[in-house]
């Protein structure tokens, strides 16, 4: 299986979108499981349903971080190119798929009760964000 079908599988089982991802990652950067789960754990639905970004980027942006992020505050190279890397991610996911929201992506707006419920009623989460968990595992994987 790749990382993509695991980060599905893991989704499909309960896991928020950027658990998933994180966390199919996390060995490769010396980060266990557990942990990429819990420190994740927010930013699933829009961070944390808050109509923000989609959980699928916020788990790759870590996993670009854990690549090219740099542990000193004077290492602007690793800054710039951590950057570089981001922008160029979060640019070709919304040519390809018309956004970065999570609400723009879903069509409901999680933020709001009634529209968290009907997305819920109507399954909107488990039927589109596989599409979004994996195209997002497979654009980072082609950027780092």
């Known amino acids: 299986m790749t990382k993509a079908d695991d980060a599905v599988a893991l989704f499909q089982q309960g896991f928020n979108c950027t658990q998933s991802i994180l966390s ?13 789960r819990r420190i994740s754990h927010g930013f699933g ?13 916020s788990g ?3 996993v670009i971080g854990l690549r090219y992020g740099g542990i000193r505050a004077d290492d602007v ?3 710039e190119k951590t950057y570089a890397v981001v922008s160029e991610f979060l640019n ?20 709001d ?4 419920a009907d997305a819920k009623t109507h399954k909107v989460a488990m ?7 994996r195209g997002a595992v497979e654009l980072v994987e082609t950027l780092i």
């Open 24 to 36: 199919v990652f996390a060995p490769d950067f010396g980060l266990d499981k557990d942990t990429a």
């Open 45 to 57: 639905a829009g961070i944390a349903r808050m109509d923000k970004i989609c959980g699928s980027l």
């Open 60 to 62: 790759a942006i870590m």
């Open 77 to 79: 190279a690793a800054k």
């Open 92 to 111: 070709e996911f919304k040519v390809y798929y018309g956004s970065v929201a999570c609400t723009e992506l879903l069509g409901y707006n999680l933020s």
């Open 113 to 116: 009760p009634q529209q968290f």
């Open 127 to 133: 039927e589109r964000c596989p599409t979004f968990i």
